[in-house]
């Protein structure tokens, strides 16, 4: 990816992953949950075939829990430092962009949060 952005589906799944292992279909599953479901699955496959060819992303070699009911045929991604150094990059652009759009009126200011 040297220098380029992520895709939007493809910074989807390095978040995802950056929360630890899982197969495609929980990482489709997590992205949905949160966005709404517009990760399908050559969407899904397509980008991360994308990540892992970048380096960014590598298949997970233990699996979570080797006892369970897990199906053995599913393949679990993991995030690499890379990777979680252009995940990092993408959100801080993203946060420039979101304090942009709100110092010219496009966003209404942040409200303090209350801890």
């Known amino acids: 990816m040297g220098g380029v952005r992520p895709t939007p589906a493809q910074f989807s799944i390095l978040l995802t992953l950056a929360q630890g292992e899982m197969h495609?279909?929980?990482i489709m599953?997590?992205?949905g949950e949160e966005q709404g479901p517009r990760l399908g699955p050559g969407t899904l496959?397509?980008?991360i075939k994308q990540l892992l060819?970048?380096?960014l992303i590598a298949e997970a070699g233990d699996r979570p829990d080797p006892d369970s009911a897990?199906?053995?045929r599913r393949r679990y991604y993991r995030l690499t430092g890379t990777g979680r150094q252009l995940a990092q990059a993408e959100a801080a652009r993203l946060d420039r962009l979101i304090d942009r759009a709100?110092?010219?009126g496009l966003l209404p200011p942040m409200?303090?949060?209350?801890?």
């Open 45 to 47: 496959y397509r980008s």
């Open 70 to 72: 897990d199906d053995q």
């Open 102 to 104: 709100r110092s010219v």
């Open 53 to 55: 060819d970048a380096g």
């Open 111 to 115: 409200r303090p949060r209350h801890a």
């Open 29 to 31: 599953k997590a992205v």
């Open 24 to 26: 495609g279909y929980a």
